[in-house]
């Protein structure tokens, strides 16, 4: 029998996670930029002329995760602002809690439209030694199909020059 409060859990496991991510990207000659500012914990993670926004989550069944439901809050996970002009894609990066064993699962990224409305939900893989590759697994409901092909093109161009 535990003896420790869900909450206890929950804010024991992003704290280890928010860590362990902080480490490893600056471990990386990466261009993310690290949000620490209490209530706010993201990673801005530029890709072309896009910034992808992660937010580390608890995925619960049905892929919700759950925030308190500030105007930020829910501005963030809409996607009325985000989707138009591409600037910001909001991400939710994390785990599935199993609340009847009290254990983590795999690991997940998620994209919604609403707080407590996913658009596609990934479970990722281990690399396998010696790759440099994360493989990843469509969860319900599947990821949608998006052309990415001008914004890697715009990269590839900035780095060449």
């Known amino acids: 029998m535990s003896t420790s409060s869900e909450r206890y859990l929950a804010n024991f496991i992003h704290e280890r996670l928010w860590a362990r991510m902080n480490e490893q990207v600056l471990n990386e000659e990466l261009a993310i930029q690290i949000v620490d500012k ?33 105007d930020g809050a829910r501005s963030f996970w809409s996607t009325d602002d985000a989707l138009p002009t591409m600037d910001l894609i909001p991400l939710a990066m ?10 983590m699962g795999d690991a997940l990224i998620s994209y919604r439209d609403r707080m407590d409305r996913p658009v596609w939900c990934i479970r ?32 590839e161009q900035q780095r060449g020059s």
């Open 38 to 70: 209490e209530p706010k914990r993201e990673m801005v993670v530029p890709v072309g002329n896009a910034n992808f926004v992660v937010r580390y989550k608890r995925h619960l069944p049905g892929d919700r995760i759950s925030s308190y439901p500030t």
């Open 94 to 103: 994390g785990y599935m809690w199993h609340a009847d064993e009290r254990k």
């Open 124 to 155: 990722l893989g281990e690399m396998e030694e010696g790759t440099s590759e994360i493989t990843w697994t469509p969860v319900e409901p599947n990821l949608p199909a998006l052309d990415l092909s001008q914004i890697v093109a715009a990269a």
